[in-house]
C-alpha cells in the first residue's frame, strides 16, 4: 500500500507581503491614490454613522429624533469620539494627499462642508443633557494639532539639531585640519 505524498510547503513570505507597498515595483501615485480610496470609504462610514447613530433614533415621545443609542451614556461617548476620531483624521488625509491638486480649494470647502454637516447631525440627534459636546470637539481637533505639532516640532526642533550637527562636524573638520598642520 503506497502512502500519499506529504505536500511541504515553504511559508517564507506571508500572504500579506504580496499586498504591502514596495518601493521598488509601486508608484507614489499608485500608493496615493490607494489611500484616497480607502480613506475615502472610511470617511463616508464614519459620516454615515455619525448621521444615523446605531440604533436608530426615538420615533415617538419626548424623545423624538434623538439617539436610541445615547441613553447608554458611556458607550454613547466612545462611539461618538471615536466616530468623530476617525472621519477627522480621514479629512486631514485627503486634503493632505490631494495638496496642490487641481480643485484643493474646492477639495477643502467641501471637506470643511462635510464636517460642518456632520456636525450638525450629530448636534441634532444627541440628547444635549446627556453629552457635553467639548469630547467631539476635541476629538474632531486632534488629527490637525497633531500634525501641526509635527510640522513644528519638525521645522523647529529639526532644524536645530541639523545646525548643532554641521556645528559639530566643522568643529571637527577644523580641529583636524589643525592637527594636520601642525
Same mark, same amino acid.
Request: glycine residues 6%; aromatic residues 14%; hydrophobic residues 40%.
Given at each position: &500500500? ?40 472610511? #470617511?463616508?462610514?464614519?459620516?454615515? #454613522? ?5 440604533? *436608530? ?17 458611556? #458607550? $454613547? ?12 483624521? /480621514? ?22 462642508? &462635510? &464636517?460642518?454637516? $456632520? ?15 467639548? $469630547? %467631539? ?5 486632534? %488629527?490637525?494639532? &497633531?500634525? /501641526? ?6 521645522? $523647529? /526642533? ?12 566643522? *568643529?571637527?573638520?577644523?580641529? *583636524?585640519?589643525? *592637527?594636520?598642520?601642525?
Amino acid at each position: &500500500m503506497s502512502q500519499p505524498e506529504k505536500r511541504t510547503t515553504k511559508r517564507s513570505h506571508s500572504w500579506f507581503k504580496k499586498f504591502q507597498y514596495d518601493p521598488k515595483t509601486d508608484s507614489p501615485s499608485d500608493a496615493r491614490n490607494v489611500l484616497l480610496v480607502v480613506v475615502a470609504l472610511i #470617511a463616508a462610514v464614519t459620516f454615515q #454613522a455619525g448621521v444615523n447613530p446605531p440604533g *436608530g433614533v426615538w420615533q415617538e415621545g419626548n424623545h423624538a429624533g434623538r439617539a436610541i443609542y445615547a441613553s447608554q451614556k458611556r #458607550a $454613547y461617548y466612545v462611539f461618538l469620539v471615536s466616530n468623530t476620531l476617525a472621519l477627522s483624521t /480621514c479629512i486631514l488625509v485627503i486634503t493632505s494627499l490631494t495638496y496642490r491638486f487641481p480643485f484643493h480649494l474646492e477639495i477643502w470647502a467641501a471637506t470643511a462642508s &462635510m &464636517m460642518i454637516t $456632520y456636525a450638525s447631525a450629530v448636534f441634532a440627534v444627541t440628547p444635549h443633557e446627556s453629552v457635553r459636546f467639548r $469630547y %467631539p470637539l476635541i476629538a474632531a481637533s486632534v %488629527p490637525f494639532v &497633531m500634525r /501641526c505639532f509635527g510640522y513644528f516640532f519638525k521645522k $523647529y /526642533c529639526m532644524s536645530e539639531n541639523e545646525n548643532q550637527i554641521g556645528s559639530q562636524e566643522e *568643529g571637527e573638520k577644523r580641529d *583636524g585640519q589643525a *592637527g594636520q598642520q601642525v
